[in-house]
T-cell receptor, first 114, second 114 residues
């Protein structure tokens, strides 16, 4: 069975500093990995995905994520955080071996302080 | 495109009443997903459809929950009878294909059962 873990409930960074939001996963086959962001009282918004190819994928709003197969991780990063990046971030994994269900992590709340 | 449209945005109902949540997916998207979000359990996949046909309803918590998709532009999630523990935010999402794309989420319906 597939699973995804976000080990940090909350991440605090100062504006202008780099940020990292961690994610690890477990699937039986090749993973498709995703990051979404949720602002208050809104639905989730797709940020980026890893399907195959380059381990560093770039997405919306300057975010990027690094896929590490040996560590089964897919950490979200941004070189310089903005206050407006403050939101709830979800990592998700899709197991392609049977069905295409997407499982979401518990979410990590990011606070960017001015 | 107006995106995925859910109605109502908020619903307050008394225990025992029937509740119907509605979703209009993005035109041309052939997959539709219903998720439930709570603080305790995070995002849970309830059911998903492909070309209006239910594919996996293993996440539907009880027989009190039912979902239909009578056509490509409309889906409903019904709870009958409702209970206080059903209080949550219910999201509908759609995608074109289920394999490698991200999902587009609606803004959700916040359900409160008193």
């Amino acid at each position: 069975a597939q699973s995804v873990a976000q080990p940090e409930d909350q991440v605090n960074v100062a504006e202008g500093n780099p940020l990292t939001v961690k994610c690890t996963y477990s699937v039986s086959g090749n993973p498709y990995l995703f990051w979404y962001v949720q602002y208050p009282n809104r639905g989730l918004q797709f940020l980026l995905k890893y399907i195959t190819g380059d381990n560093l994928v770039k997405g919306s709003y300057g975010f990027e994520a690094e896929f590490n197969k040996s560590q089964t991780s897919f950490h979200l990063k941004k070189p310089s955080a903005l206050v407006s990046d403050s939101a709830l971030y979800f990592c998700a994994v899709r197991d392609t071996t049977g069905g295409f269900k997407t499982i979401f992590g518990a979410g990590t709340r990011l606070f960017v302080k001015a | 495109d107006a995106g995925v449209i859910q109605s109502p945005r908020h619903e307050v109902t008394e225990m025992g009443q029937e509740v119907t949540l509605r979703c209009k997916p993005i035109s041309g998207h052939d997959y539709l997903f219903w998720y439930r979000q709570t603080m305790m359990r995070g995002l849970e996949l309830l059911i998903y459809f492909n070309n209006n046909v239910p594919i996996d309803d293993s996440g539907m918590p009880e027989d009190r929950f039912s979902a239909k998709m009578p056509n490509a532009s409309f889906s409903t999630l019904k709870i009958q009878p409702s209970e206080p523990r059903d209080s949550a935010v219910y999201f509908c999402a759609s995608s074109q294909g289920a394999r490698s794309g991200g999902y587009t989420f609606g803004s959700g319906t916040r359900l409160t059962v008193v």
